[in-house]
């Protein structure tokens, strides 16, 4: 059973749109939202991360938005550029305890 | 250490033999995940240790199967009898508890012929 249901699989943007990158849970007791960005060859590395006492949390060019009602949360990329094609893992976890992670999207930003 | 150390990189096994993967954490990093990501896929936990103690094992796929941390440290997950389903990329990961900050290495990617 999938803890973490993520769309979509794949991505293609021009360089300066907004990618937008959604996941979805079912167990309340959740309290920690990462995301991971992964390129080839490298472990998933930390870009930004939420708790559900917060609505939108921003990072730079990256923004998480959650839906704590709908148990929804998502990724944007502000200004995307190619440096930032890569495979994009939301993750879930309560605190202590493992992650469960999505199955990932490949986004691809064209110059 | 600078971060989270993996050896070897790449592994090839034969079907039935045993394989040990390694896993250095960031020093002082008390919790450590390992994970088995699958081309394609995303991490699928396997099991975590706090300090030497092994709290979760619930995601190791069977017995043949087996990680321990003697030392609070460095970590190696061993697989016995390996079989082609094993294929796959290990990740090992740490964290400074009880904060939530995973830090991945690079993995150790199996190949099973």
């Known amino acids: 059973q999938q803890q973490v249901k993520q769309s979509p699989q794949s991505l293609i943007v021009q360089k300066g749109g907004i990618p937008i990158i959604n996941c979805a849970y079912e167990?309340?007791?959740?309290?920690?939202f990462p995301w991971y960005q992964q390129f080839p060859g490298k472990g998933p590395a930390l870009l930004i991360a939420i708790r559900p006492d917060v609505s939108e949390k921003k990072e730079g060019r990256f923004t998480i938005s959650f839906n704590k009602s709908a148990k929804q949360f998502s990724l944007h990329i502000m200004d995307s550029q190619p440096g930032d094609s890569a495979t994009y893992f939301c993750a879930a976890s309560i605190t202590g305890n493992q992650f469960y992670f999505g199955t990932g999207t490949s986004l691809t930003v064209i110059p | 250490g600078a971060g989270v150390s993996q050896s070897p990189r790449y592994k090839v096994a034969k079907r039935g033999q045993d394989v040990a993967l390694r896993c250095d954490p960031i020093?002082?990093?008390?919790?450590l995940f390992w994970y088995q990501q699958a081309l394609g896929q995303g991490p699928e936990f396997l099991t975590y240790f706090q300090n030497e103690a092994q709290l979760d094992k619930s995601g190791l796929p069977s017995d043949r199967f087996f990680a321990e941390r003697p030392e609070g440290s460095v970590s190696t997950l061993k697989i016995q009898r390996t079989q082609q389903e094993d294929s796959a990329v290990y990740l090992c990961?740490?964290?400074?508890?009880?904060?939530?900050?995973?830090?991945f290495g690079s993995g150790t990617q199996l190949s099973v012929l």
């Open positions: 990961a740490s964290s400074a508890h009880p904060t939530n900050k995973l830090f």
């Open positions: 167990n309340t007791a959740f309290d920690y």
């Open positions: 020093s002082g990093h008390v919790s």
